[in-house]
Every structure is written in C-alpha cells, then in structure tokens.
C-alpha cells in the first residue's frame, strides 16, 4: 500500500540523466559530475531532485566512466547506466538510453550537471506537461545572463519553435534571453521517433537534442515551453566559476532554511554547510564556520567562529570556538577552544573542557574532566572530574607502535607531565609537575619522576659578572 502512494508521486515513467560529457570547460582529472557542492556530488543533488518523480532512472555515462560509475554504484544501485562510448552530443546519448529500454510512457531528460533543480520545480513541470496535453515540453528560465545556454525561439503567438544553441545562434538570436534549462518531458514514442530523425548539421557537429523539439512539432504534435519562475534552480556549471556561483546559492538556500527553522546564524555569506548535516533550534553558528559531511547539533549549542567539523555530533549547550573537529563526540554543556585540534575517536563526556592548543585523538574525556592548555591526549581514556595540567603530553607513540594511557576519576596531572604509555594512573592520583611517568601510579598516590633540584648559589655573581642579572641580584641582597 506504501509503495502504490509513493509511485502515484512518481509521475515519469523513466528519467534519463545526462551525465557522460568530458567537462572539458572544468579543466579537471575529476569527471565534471563528481565535483561537490554542499557536501555531496553535483550529480548526487540533480539525483535527489529527480528520484522521487521517475518510476526508473537511466545514467548515460562515458567520460571519466570508471569514476562515475563507482559514485553511482553507491549512490544511486538501481539505476541502470548506459555508456556513451563516444561523445556524440545530447542527441545521441538520449538515443542510446533510449534503445536500452522498452519502456513506454512519458521520459523526463535532465543534465547531471544542474544541481540546484528541485523535486517541487519538476513536480511543477510535469502537472503543466500533462495539463496541456503536451507531447515534447521543455523548461525554460529567463536569465539576467543567456550567455552559453541554449535560447528559446518562439513565433509571434508566443509558441516554441525551436531551440537555437548560443554558437549556432545569430545576432538576434543572442539577445534571447529565454534559455534552454535542458530538463524536458517527452513522451517516449516521440522522441524515439523524432531522435532518429536528428542529424549533426551544426557548429558543432554533434546530435543535439534541442533539435527534438522542432522535429516533433514538425511533426504537428504539441510542443510546449514551460518557463520556470527561479532561474537559479536552473543553472548549469560548466567551468569553476559557474560551479562556485552554484555553490553560493546552495549555501544560501540551505542556511536560509536552517534559519527558517530556529538556527541563528550571524553571518550567512561565510557559513557553510553541507546538505547532510543536521542542525537544531536555538543552535547559534558564528561567521567563518563550515560544518560537513554527518555532522547533527543539538540546541543551544554555540559553534565558531571559524570552526570546521566534520562528522561530529555535537550535544545540546556544547561550545566549540575557533577549532577543528573531525569524527568525534562533544557531550552536553562541553567546551572546545580556542584552537583546538579534535581528530577522529575523541569522545567529549558531558561538561568536560578542552581548552586552547589542545590535540586529541582517539581518546574519552570524563564527565566533568578538563584538559585546558597546551596538551596532546592520544589513545587514552580519562575519568571523570579529573584535570590535566598544561602542556601534558600523552606519549603513546613508542616509533612502532601506539600504547593505551588510562587516566582515573579525579586525578590531577601536574603541568608538563610526560605519561609514557602504556601506563596508568589510578583514581584520584595526582604527577608532580615535570614529571615523566612511565610506571603506573596507584590511586591515592602522588608519581613524581623529576631530578631533584639543586640551587648552586651566587653562580650568577660569579659567572655572569657585569650583567643586568648580577645587579638585579645584588640589589635583592644577593651575595658571594
Ligand atoms: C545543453 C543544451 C543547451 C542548454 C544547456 C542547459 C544541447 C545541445 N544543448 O548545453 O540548450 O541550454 O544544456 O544546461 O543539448 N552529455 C552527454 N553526452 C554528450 C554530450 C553531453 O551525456 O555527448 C551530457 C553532459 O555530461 C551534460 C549534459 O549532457 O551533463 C549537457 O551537456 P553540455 O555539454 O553541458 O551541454 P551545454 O553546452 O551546457
Ligand atoms: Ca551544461
């Protein structure tokens, strides 16, 4: 019964995605397809848009096919891809989807190369499709910039004609400024009839499939122009300039969202973050601050400014400033910073304290416990309401192999303690500062492991005569 709802949504029979061009304009070894925006692939986002609507999904695929086809095999298993062995334009790509399948229906085409298109937009396009009665339909979008994009010719009524591309375009064609958006619905017999028809007589010498549209209203079928009302939904990239213009409006849309949805975030044009990530109300982000891949933020939560976490959970009223944190846990009430370093493994306990210049990886501080300057902690797990004094370093690396430090419940490290792992410190222990720990310390106990000191006195009057040092010393009363 669930299932029957869903495919009533899915109003395409098959979508084909057009996703096999060389990218040539990137100027890349990365296929053009698999650059990022947000957080996922520019191909994963025009997927998003286009699932919930198709029944099935063709991928037409060739350059950079190994690449692509891996990143599909992940993100999207049930489509079925279809190689273009040659690059032979629009035209021939829809072709070859086309002899790949039997089915009947209706066929949206859509370029994997436009990812800010939403579900909501296609959904739009479909209704308009089938309210009039249209057999070929292409969306349309009026550009403050036509440059580059396949314009809309339409005849005096106002219908389309045909679609010229901008090289093959002449003067008065150019100051179109109706464009090609390069999503269509088709019905399917049509366009395999009308793809036969196609031919390479153009600037380019490729099929293109803007060319259907004149062949099937030739053909004196219903060919219509849909023009969608937010051209940015529409943009393709083609080089890096247009891929960070796309990247923008991503970011806009998603902190707009976040914002809609109770997130304060003070500084919107230097926010940035991914599509995956989850953010609650009342979550405050300062400026300079990009959160990726899985990372979830409770409420309250205070993040930035300039911080980068990537995959991190982050609990309700944590504060992390002016860090870096990448697969790690941040308890409730905890805080990180300024400039710290969180590495894959860290597990913050609620209201513990990571202070500045502060490294951890793979490590568990306690509830409560505070490691607040200048320290490194790898592979060590820490109790609770324990604190470690500064500039401790957790020694867990022998030049072979890395070693466990266990560290009790309110122990107090003494500053510029060395804890040579493995080792251990028992509860409510404490290291005399300078200390090299390198046999483990009972609870209760105080290691110290430091020379003893020893004051050798007026050395300085004898050895550094006629300094400011032997002065000051003399006039403290200093003697030889
Ligand atoms: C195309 C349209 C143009 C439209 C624009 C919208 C044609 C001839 N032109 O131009 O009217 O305004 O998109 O963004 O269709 N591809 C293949 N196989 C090929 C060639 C291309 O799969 O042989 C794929 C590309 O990977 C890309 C998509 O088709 O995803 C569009 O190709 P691209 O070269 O980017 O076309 P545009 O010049 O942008
Ligand atoms: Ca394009």
Redesign the pocket.
Known sequence: MASQQVDQQKGIDLAI???????TRMKSSLA??LHTIAGKTIIHHVLDAVTPVAKELSI????HREAVEAHLSEIAPSAKLVH?AE???????VQLALADTSISGSVLVV????PLLRTSTLREFIEAHVELESVASVLTAVLPDPF????IVRDELGAIVR?V??RDADDDQKLIDE????VYIFDIDALRDASKKLTAENS?G?L????VISLIKGSGKVSVAIQSNDFTE???I?DRSQLADCAGIMRDRINDEHMRSGVSIIDPLTTWIDSTVQISADVTILPGTALHGSTKIASEALIGPRTTLTNVKVAQGAVIIESRATDAEIGAGASVGPFSFIRPGTHLAANSKVGAYVEIKSSTIGEGSKVPHLTYVGDATIGKGTNIGAATIFVNYDGVEKHQTVVGDHVRVGSDTMLVAPVTIGDGAYTAAGSIITEDVPAGAIGVARAKQRNVLGWVLRRRSGTKSEQAAREAGATD
């Open positions: 995605v057009l996703a096999a061009g060389e990218g053009k397809v037409v695929v060739g350059a273009q690059r032979n334009g629009t035209g021939h790509a370029a994997g190369d436009t580059g994009y396949g314009r679609i591309e901008e464009i090609n958006t390069g380019q490729e293109y499939l803007t060319d529409t943009l393709g083609n």
